[in-house]
C-alpha cells in the first residue's frame, strides 16, 4: 500500500479544517469576509508549503493570526490616511441592522464588543479553546509555555467577563426608555 500524496492530504486537511478556522476567524476578526480571505490564503500557504505540518491545526492557526495581524496594520495605516482627509470626502457603509432575532444579534454585537477590547493573545487562547483546541495546541499555535495555559485561559475568561460586563453597562447607558 502507498503513502498517501501530498495533493491527497491537503484535500482531506481542507475538508476537515476549513470550517472550524473560518468560524474562528470570523469570531476572532468580527469580519466575515476578511475571515474567508484569510481561511483561504492560509490554505494556499500550506498548498504552497508542499509538505504537511508535524501539527496541522496549530500551524494553520499560527499562519492565519499572522495573515489578521497583517491585515490590521494595514487597515490601520488606511484609516490613518483616510482621516486625514475632509471628512466629507470619506464615505462608508453602514452598520449591517438585523431584522431577526433583535436579542440574539445585540447578545453578539456585545460580545464581539467584548472580545475586541481583550489582548488579542487572551482573545485568541478564548475562541481558539471554545473550538476545541487542547493546551498542547493553544501552547503551540500561540507560543506558550504549555503549563501556563490553565492559568493563561482563566486570566482570559475573567477578562472577558469583565469587558462584557462593561459592554452591557455601556449598552444600557446608551439606551433611552422614554
Known sequence: MSEPTF??????????????????????SGDASLAADVAQETFVRLYDRGAMPDDLRAW?????LN?????????????????????????????????????AAERR??????????????RSLLLLREEGYSYHELALALA????SVGTLL????SAFRDAY???????????SDG
Do not use: H
Open 154 to 157: 482563566s486570566r482570559a475568561k
Open 144 to 147: 506558550l509555555n504549555e503549563s
Open 67 to 103: 495573515l489578521v495581524r497583517d491585515e490590521q496594520r494595514r487597515s490601520t495605516r488606511r484609516r490613518r490616511l483616510l482621516l486625514q482627509r475632509p471628512a466629507n470626502m470619506t464615505m462608508a457603509d453602514a452598520e449591517p441592522s438585523p431584522e431577526d432575532d433583535v436579542l
Open 60 to 64: 494553520i492557526v499560527s499562519v492565519a
Open 165 to 175: 460586563a462593561a459592554s452591557e453597562g455601556a449598552a444600557a447607558g446608551g439606551r
Open 7 to 28: 495533493d491527497a492530504e491537503f484535500r482531506a486537511a481542507f475538508d476537515s479544517r476549513f470550517a472550524e478556522l473560518f468560524r474562528w476567524l470570523d469570531r476572532y
Open 109 to 122: 454585537t456585545l460580545v464581539r464588543r467584548a472580545l475586541r477590547t481583550m489582548e488579542p493573545r487572551d
